[in-house]
Nanobody, 128 residues
Framework: VQLQASGGGLVQAGGSLRLSCAAS???????????VGWFRQAPGKEREFVAA????????SYRDSVRGRFTISRDNAKNTVYLQMNSLKAEDTAVYYC???????????????????WGQGTLVTVSS
C-alpha cells in the first residue's frame, strides 16, 4: 500500500484543517482491513502519536492533547482516511504523517513501529 498525505498548510490559531491520507497500490482493495494512524514530528522533537483508526474503523484512539479537537475518520470506498483538526494551537505545528498496517494490534496502535507503510508527510503550521 502506498500512502499520500495532503491537506497541510498555514492556519491561524483557532482555525481548522483537514488532512487526507489516500491509499493506492496492489493491495488497496483490502485497505479497510488496515489500521491507519496519524503521527507528527515537530522540529527538534521525536515523532509522536496523534490519532488512529483501527481495522475497519472499529475503534479510534487519540493523543490526550488533541482529544475533542481532532477527529479521525475513514472512507474505505475512497481508500482515504481523514484527520479533521479544529481549534488548532501553535503547539500543533509539525509535519504530519499517516501510516497504515495490516497487523496492528490494539495495544500497539499508538506505536509507530507497528505500522509498515508510511506517507511522505504534510506540513501544518499554526500561527499564534
Amino acid at each position: 500500500v502506498q500512502l499520500q498525505a495532503s491537506g497541510g498548510g498555514l492556519v491561524q490559531a483557532g482555525g481548522s484543517l483537514r488532512l487526507s491520507c489516500a491509499a493506492s497500490g496492489r493491495t488497496f482493495s483490502r485497505y479497510a482491513m488496515y489500521a491507519v494512524g496519524w503521527f507528527r514530528q515537530a522540529p527538534g522533537k521525536e515523532r509522536e502519536f496523534v490519532a488512529a483508526s483501527g481495522r475497519s474503523g472499529g475503534s479510534t484512539s487519540y493523543r490526550d492533547s488533541v482529544r475533542g479537537r481532532f477527529t479521525i475518520s475513514r472512507d474505505n470506498a475512497k481508500n482515504t482516511v481523514y484527520l479533521q483538526m479544529n481549534s488548532l494551537k501553535a503547539e500543533d505545528t509539525a509535519v504530519y504523517y499517516c501510516a497504515a498496517g495490516n497487523s496492528v494490534i490494539l495495544s500497539m496502535i499508538k506505536n509507530p513501529s507497528a505500522y509498515s507503510n508510511w506517507g511522505q508527510g504534510t506540513l501544518v503550521t499554526v500561527s499564534s
